[in-house]
DNA sequence: CGCTTCTTTGATTCAACTCAATGGATGTGG
DNA sequence: CCACATCCATTGAGTTGAATCAAAGAAGCG
């Protein structure tokens, strides 16, 4: 990288809320325009990073939140053997950084799948400004309370059913994300490789490729290297909803 | 329960923090004492309530966290087709409802597995309070946080593991919250079914009772019933490691 | 172009599930 | 106090969905 080059992005940097596509589905969501400008002051844009290169590792000192604002990014934990398991995948407007408030130091890596940037919002600058602008602190709040909201749906996904299901619900809910952004809820690219799907699903390799093709055959989806277009979206959305044996409504259900 | 103890306790639901045993495992933990007892003049103690009774239920509207104070609580939702899905167990000290901050309503129930008392900390009164005691919105936003990595571990346990190491994981994560509220690491009582222990595990109750009957043949545990004994820590801790073919590590894990 | 990495496809195996039956505990009413 | 019902847990037999093992094909990269 040249000095030319970070004298253009540096001055690139200065992004700022009030003027991003993405601010009303990111963090300053619901704000009005006075704390959006507060807001502006304390969130750096980033220049872009690479596919492979990390917003944040394990064990990293917790300096700030990270709002992806193009391309995407994995999120993914170590078990004792070394072992990667994904816990998450992030698209433009959402925001990562959470699991480290606790101790001060993040609890998992983040990095890119693609070409991506983000913006930074400093911890040590978020809680004098949380208690300028509740609305932010409220929004903070909410951020966090969807991201286990979402950890529980995906418990949910992993945990009771078959890989048919996995895949199909996976393939929904990207589509449904990237559909929010603006994007095609029917064509798109998965950025993640067949590895990291089914390691994010709990399945191998071979089964998510057996699948896509089965898919494929089954006419629900046409898939070629990593665009995939859904072509039967009400048929994938039922796989979802597990049509399992109805007696296990009994033993589970509430009256 | 007699009358007079009723009285006693109706008395007692004054229960403030200051007092607490367990306001250093709690949300009070780390605040001054001054911050303290203006935590006390928000948090309402409640009478017992009894095994199958509810702390919320799903699309309650969004009063209270709730902390457990004695006695356990578990929180689960339900898939399409109405089937309950455990997404965690609550021990006194641990606090619940963090779920419901994104869109003012529960996504999930509570639901008691024994008599069980709890703390209710008003939602409306809490961002004011957080106002003014900064160090109780930090506890707060903590709080989440080790929600959301202990989710993140959760997921880890069930994605990839053999039945036995599930299992295994879940004893030890029992031991050790437990042996941190000051009882026993070895010997507790399960508080919850086969059931929901399979539930919880994305196993069925065939498989966990089992295993049990496994483990104690192997000398790792003792139970009857629902008092367990754990016999050998160390080997269930090794087991929790999934001592799994190592040429899946290449394939995973970080450089 | 050769090397590596990723993906697909096929054959086989096995861990956990399903189905089935029994056993034990708890509770209720006569 | 016992007979009966209900619920929960255990145990066994058989099945199956996804994993493992293996190999070949396609794509990306220096």
């Known amino acids: 990288m ?30 009005n325009s006075i704390d959006l400008e507060k807001l502006d002051h304390v969130v750096k844009g980033s220049r872009p990073i690479q ?20 391309g995407s990014v994995k999120a993914y934990i170590l078990n004792e053997l070394g072992e990667e398991q994904i816990i998450g995948f992030y698209f433009p407007g959402e925001v990562l950084g959470f699991d480290a408030i606790d101790q001060n130091i993040h609890t998992c890596f983040a990095m890119a799948l693609e070409t991506t940037t983000y913006c930074s919002i400093p911890y040590d ?27 529980n749906k995906m418990l949910l996904t992993i945990n009771n059913r078959t890989a048919e299901e996995k895949l199909a619900t996976f393939l929904i809910s990207l589509s449904t994300r990237l559909h929010k952004l603006g994007y095609s809820a029917i064509e798109f690219n998965l950025p993640m490789s067949r590895q990291e799907i089914a390691n994010y699903l709990g399945l191998t390799i071979e089964t998510v490729s057996r ?12 898939i070629d290297k990593k665009e995939i277009k859904l072509t039967n979206l009400s048929e994938l959305h039922s796989m979802c909803e597990g049509a399992r044996c109805p007696s296990a409504e009994g033993k589970n259900s509430v009256a």
Chains 1, 2 share one sequence.
């Open 2 to 31: 040249t000095t030319s080059d970070q004298v253009i992005s540096i001055s690139k940097l200065k992004t700022s809320c009030s003027t991003c596509s993405l601010h009303e589905l990111c963090l300053p969501r619901g704000l």
């Open 51 to 70: 596919k492979g290169d990390y917003l944040f590792r394990l064990n990293d000192k917790f300096n700030a939140f990270y709002a992806v604002r193009s």
């Open 125 to 151: 600058r978020i809680h004098d400004i949380c208690m300028q602008i509740p609305d932010l602190q409220k929004q903070m709040f909410r951020l966090i309370s969807r991201e286990l909201t979402n950890e």
């Open 211 to 222: 699948l896509l093709t089965k898919f494929q055959r089954e006419q629900l989806i046409q």
